[in-house]
């Protein structure tokens, strides 16, 4: 499927995807069973035990109207010891009792001799097509998907995305990269990953474009003489009570307070799709870097890294809006159309908006 244009003046990595950044692996178990649309997506930081190797990491809450589990403590601490998962509201538990035993299998000590784990799992409500109240998602769709984590993945109604909805059209998973000159000759790589189950039609910019007046116009004349008119016209109208998450993983050499101030960047990215963060939507980001690790004990050397100086992050700043909002796009065009929870319908935003039309 052709791409929407290029958001931004950086160029993207060679896959346009989170997994750009070395090291950094995703993975999906998609539920895909009638009424059931949903799934569990993983982000590992790397390939090793995040438990013993911990990456520096901070975390932004836009609007909190959201139920995750872990941003307490990566607040504290400034570190991740377990991968991300993404999954729906009412998984979240499971996933993160997942996350626990898998910790524990490979650090019996974790919680007597070595400290406890801190599971870290963002959530996005996916009832309107999966029904979340069978609690579907278990403690193996979570190993599943951790253990296929690979460098290429697919995006759109896959994973933690099967049953999320964006802007009146299906929603899901999401990922775009950008690069970044360094002052060394090298190059720093921002990546994005996306969740995105948020958005009002009417609001919707893609790469700039203010489309979503006239796709909710066009989608209101297509339903117009279906049974579905009534409850699509009633979707349109209602606030803003979706969510989305945000994550950004960089191999520039950053300290927890400056990848808070990176993950805060994000919200750029997400404002110029035409998000307000609603009163009803759970809009939360973190970021991380792969440049160095900290051990889990005091026994082994801590990292000697120079970190790059506050004034050089403009550019990987821009980075991390530029990629973020080019994965929010990704996520709306690579999803396809999906029918779940009581015959609930999301169509796939490419079946209004094909790439010829795109800037008609």
Not at 162 to 181: E, H, L, Y
Not at 252 to 261: E, I, N, S, T, V
Request: aromatic fraction near 4%.
């Amino acid at each position: 499927m052709p791409s929407i244009p290029h958001i931004g003046h950086l160029p993207a990595g060679k896959r346009n995807a989170i997994t750009d950044v070395q090291g950094v692996l995703v993975g999906h178990r998609t539920l895909d069973e009638a009424g059931v649309q949903t799934g569990v997506t993983v982000v590992r930081p790397h390939g090793g035990d995040a438990f013993r190797d911990k990456v520096p990491a901070a975390a932004v809450v836009l609007n909190g109207f959201g139920k995750s589990v872990g941003l307490v403590q990566v607040e504290e601490l400034g570190v991740l010891e377990t991968p991300i998962a993404l999954t729906n509201t009412f998984s979240v538990g499971t996933v993160a009792t997942a996350q626990i035993r898998d910790c524990v299998a490979a650090n019996p000590e974790s919680g007597r001799s070595l400290p406890t784990v801190n599971p870290l799992v963002f959530e996005c409500n996916d009832g309107f097509l999966n029904d979340i109240q069978r609690m579907a998602v278990a403690e193996a769709d979570y190993l599943r998907a951790l253990e296929s984590a690979s460098v290429d993945f697919e995006q759109g109604s896959v994973g933690a995305g099967r049953g999320m909805s964006s802007f009146q059209f299906k929603g899901g998973i999401g990922s775009a990269s950008r690069c970044v000159p360094s002052r060394q000759g090298g190059v720093y790589t921002v990546g994005a990953l996306v969740l995105a189950n948020y958005g009002r039609l009417p609001q919707l910019v893609l790469a700039g474009r203010a489309v979503g007046v006239r796709l909710a116009a066009q989608l209101a004349s297509q339903d117009a003489a279906s049974q579905d008119a009534a409850a699509q016209a009633s979707t349109a109208a209602e606030p803003e009570k979706g969510s989305i998450i945000m994550l950004i993983a960089t191999d520039a050499p950053l300290d927890a307070r400056q990848l808070r101030r990176l993950a805060l960047r994000a919200g750029a990215g997400l404002a110029r799709t035409g998000s307000v963060f609603g009163h009803g939507s759970g809009d939360i980001a973190l970021a991380f870097s792969t440049a160095y690790t900290v051990p889990d004990r005091a026994e082994r050397p801590m990292p000697a890294v120079a970190m790059l100086h506050d004034s050089l992050l403009d550019d990987i700043f821009q980075a991390a809006a530029d990629s973020t909002e080019q994965a929010i796009a990704h996520a709306l065009w690579h999803a396809t159309a999906v029918t779940g929870r009581n015959g609930h319908h999301r169509r796939a935003l490419s079946e209004l908006l094909p790439p010829s039309s795109f800037f008609a």
